[in-house]
């Protein structure tokens, strides 16, 4: 029934902005954790940024400072604002969440949304 959906992707020129949004639908009850992944062609797919249901984030050292992880709940959603943008960010970027309840938890998966930086 949970779904996640991404969207917000596109082509943007090196130094511009992105803000990636991951609406979860279905029967959500609680999201423990939520991930932003990319994976760039000929590579192995990363975590880019985390968060978890204590509010701790995480992000790798080619983001940091740059991208945002954030939970809008009353949204039902998990965004990544980008800024800064670098033709290395060139990825399919995928949302991932660890939905349920004390009693049954599942991590989801998105369908990915292509980000592009380019001139």
């Known amino acids: 029934q949970v779904q996640l959906v991404e969207s917000g992707g596109g082509l943007v020129q090196p130094g511009g902005s992105l803000r990636l949004s991951c609406v979860v639908s279905?029967?959500?009850?609680?999201?423990?954790?939520a991930g932003w992944y990319r994976q760039a062609p000929g590579k192995q797919r990363e975590l880019v940024a985390g968060?978890?249901?204590?509010?701790?984030?995480n992000y790798i050292d080619s983001v940091k400072g740059r991208f945002t992880i954030s939970r809008e709940v009353a949204k039902n959603t998990v965004s990544l604002q980008m800024n800064s943008l670098k033709p290395e960010d060139t990825a399919v970027y995928y949302c991932?969440?660890?939905?349920?309840?004390?009693?049954?938890?599942?991590?989801?998966w998105g369908q990915g949304t292509q980000v592009t930086v380019s001139t």
């Open positions: 279905g029967t959500i009850f609680t999201v423990y954790t």
């Open positions: 991932s969440a660890v939905i349920g309840n004390t009693w049954s938890r599942a991590e989801f």
């Open positions: 968060w978890n249901i204590t509010g701790v984030t």
